[in-house]
């Protein structure tokens, strides 16, 4: 292994104002999940309140910002420079993909999970387990990343080592589910939005305006350091980060974005069309106001590291004293000691960082549980389950993939960033196809879905073989000829993991669609549903497609 | 003795156990019938998302299509069974923890007996799964009649 697994130039020692912030924090957001599981008890039956664009955004905003927006980004900017704004670019592009071909529409559709939508769509229960075992993949390796960040914040406040600081902040995480059971979520996620969000604009201003790098703008003004930073920054595509890799990390990212199922659900709950739309404006407002300072914190973090170390900004890239994969994970909070601020400072966006892992986390095993309580459990394997026996199982399968990400956080493959981006890919791959075609296409069938999913997987599974896995599994690296070799080089350079969608998404649809076309078309009303999603009337609050169909007796307008 | 009789049911087994027991209640005192399907707030999480609960707390149970056909189907068990003996009957769904909502649902509309099937699970299962009938037992004061239900197998 050559990643190192501590960041060795922040200072790990137990801080008590930091610890305090901390705590103060954990506890508000399990008060607020109590209290709202106490008012859910007494009032939910009666209640009719809609939950507004701006809660609404905000939580799009928390569930969507995690350690890898938080740490990562930055952290990818720190040490890749320029290929860094491939993420900033497919993190948010992926949105108005949603915006506008997705989200209004899945809302029509009015399915509960995603693996629900793929079933349904596609008649399948075969597609129902494969989409519910991409969800559960894509939780898996996506808070692999998460885990990382909280251990790695965490010990700049409780000063233990990387593997007790894990298995902590992930007891807490999976406490903190099973305590709460995220019943106060979408109020949680607001303040956890609130709190990250006050807490990474307070890091960038304070920094920026102590060592004056910016004073006003510093989303703008860091441009200044540009000429000082080392060629990482102003001269694009150099070293291993080929154009090619850009634009496939890009691309992955955007249509990964559009078919992440913990970010779809949102959206098939929302009151209307109409706040579906408003609501990812807001959402991609509160993600953007984190996106536009995150390269600001990158270039002081760099610049800092460079001056604190007595170094050239060139050899903060290359050379013996570089900075570590760790050390560009946690940059934020390096940046923020390097400047000299007061611990609780420091503390206090660390904290942030862990309130956006925090809420990530979250969503992505609810998503897991979900899969494997209500696809894979009650509507596949014992259809009389019981609603206590759906408990257990979500529960389970909560403390169980908590257990397997805790156990791959202590030595995990890559960055962050590149983590979660392997996760994009998957869902890229696999699931945004389904979601597209199945709501544009009402010829896309069975056979067709199913044939897309399994080339999808099957893709993504040899990618990551091909390059991952060697530096972990002894015969595999002898076969690639050294540890950080891929099996197939020339596999790895078209289809890396962090890029596979770009070749992959347009396979998938290629096989999806010529498959589809080669076999019978779905029954009519299938396609009846698929209209209904297109209608250009606006659907009654009480309606899903579903419904309309089977009420309408056939009529449905067919033009969007 | 007895105006209300309340029977809390979720479509299991279990549950329907002690439908015929609830029913010769009500018809011997000529009391109504309260057939209630609880749905499991934490089941909904856990089984189907947050953003679910999120749909119920919105007033939105009536578009959880298969969600409510199947709480329709439970009530539905009890209500068949009070018809054919001339009993009258109200079906209710609500959402909530089930034994806060059966206590509070009690309390509420002036139920005089809560009629429960229980499943007898001793050991791990029962502490993993728990027994609905056995806090509701603890969380109110109306006389509850316990029915076991045994399973053939």
Known sequence: ?560 | MYSDILIPTDGSETAKAAVDHAVDHAQRYGARLHALYVVDIDAVNFGLGTEQVDRIRQGKFGEMTELKERAEAATGVVADAAAEHDVEVREEIRAGTPHDVIADYADDEGIDLIVMGSHGRTGVRRALLGSVTERTLRSTHVPVLVVDYLDED
Not at chain 1, 300 to 329: C, K, R, T, Y
Not at chain 1, 485 to 509: N, R, S
């Open chain 1, 1 to 560: 292994m050559t990643v190192p697994i501590q960041a060795e130039a922040l200072d790990i020692s137990f801080k008590l104002l930091p610890a305090i912030i901390v705590f103060l924090m954990m506890a508000s957001f399990l008060i607020i999940g109590f209290v709202f599981k106490v008012a859910d008890t007494e009032g939910m039956w009666v209640a009719g309140r809609g939950i507004g664009n701006i809660e609404n955004g905000m939580a799009i905003g928390a569930n969507w910002m995690s350690a890898a927006s938080y740490l990562g980004l930055a952290g990818l900017v720190a040490l890749a420079g320029f290929y860094g704004l491939a993420f900033i670019v497919g993190w948010t592009t992926g949105y108005f993909v949603l915006l506008i071909f997705l989200a209004a529409q899945m809302r029509r559709f009015g399915k509960y999970t995603a693996p629900d939508f793929v079933a349904d769509r596609f008649n399948s229960p075969m597609a129902r387990a494969l989409a519910a075992f991409t969800t559960l993949l894509i939780a898996y390796v996506y808070s692999v990343g998460q885990a990382r960040g909280m251990g790695l914040v965490g010990q700049y406040v409780f000063g233990l080592d990387i593997i007790p600081m894990i298995v902590v902040m992930m007891t807490i995480t999976v406490g903190y589910l099973a305590l709460s059971g995220m019943l106060g979520a979408t109020k949680n996620m607001a303040v956890q939005y609130v709190i990250l969000i006050v807490a990474f604009l307070a890091g960038v201003y304070v920094v920026g305006f102590s060592q004056g790098y910016s004073t006003v703008l510093p989303q703008i003004e860091y441009g200044a350091l540009f000429s000082e930073l080392g060629r990482q920054f102003s001269e694009p595509f150099i070293g291993g980060n080929s154009y090619y890799l850009w634009v496939a990390t890009a691309f992955s990212l955007i249509v990964g974005t559009c078919g992440l199922p913990h970010v779809l659900v949102r959206f098939y709950t929302v009151e209307s069309e109409r706040t579906a739309r408003w609501s990812t404006v807001w959402g991609l407002f509160f993600i953007l106001l984190l996106y536009w300072a995150a390269p600001a914190m990158a270039a002081f973090g760099v610049d800092l590291f460079a001056a604190v170390n007595g170094i050239s900004s060139d050899a903060v890239f290359s050379g013996e004293q570089a900075m570590s994969g760790a050390e560009g994970d946690v940059i934020v909070v390096l940046a923020a000691q390097f400047a000299e601020l007061p611990t609780w400072f420091v503390g206090l966006v660390a904290a942030g960082a862990m309130a956006a892992a925090i809420a990530t986390t979250a969503g992505l095993f609810i998503t897991a549980s979900s899969a494997v309580a209500h696809d894979i459990y009650a509507e596949l394997i014992n259809p009389d389950a019981t609603q206590r026996q759906q408990v257990l199982i979500g529960r389970a399968t909560i403390v169980g993939i908590g257990a397997l990400v805790t156990v791959t956080a202590f030595n995990p493959p890559a960055l962050i960033g590149e983590l979660v981006a392997y996760a994009f890919s998957l869902a890229g791959v696999v699931l945004f196809p389904m979601f597209f075609l199945g709501l544009w296409w009402e010829n896309t069938n069975r056979q067709g879905a199913l044939a897309g999913m399994t080339v999808g997987l099957l893709l993504w599974f040899t990618s990551i073989i091909n390059s991952v896995l060697p530096a972990y599994v002894g015969f595999l690296a002898d076969v690639a000829g050294g540890s950080g070799q891929a099996l197939v080089p020339i596999y790895a350079q078209y289809v890396p993991p962090i890029g596979a969608a770009l070749v992959g998404t347009p396979l998938v649809f290629l096989v999806t669609i010529g498959v589809s076309m080669a076999t019978p078309e779905p029954p009519l009303e299938t396609k009846r549903m698929v209209r209904q999603c297109h209608s250009p009337e606006p659907m009654g609050q009480q309606q899903s497609a579903e419904n309309i169909v089977s009420d309408s007796g056939g009529d449905a307008p067919a033009d969007d």
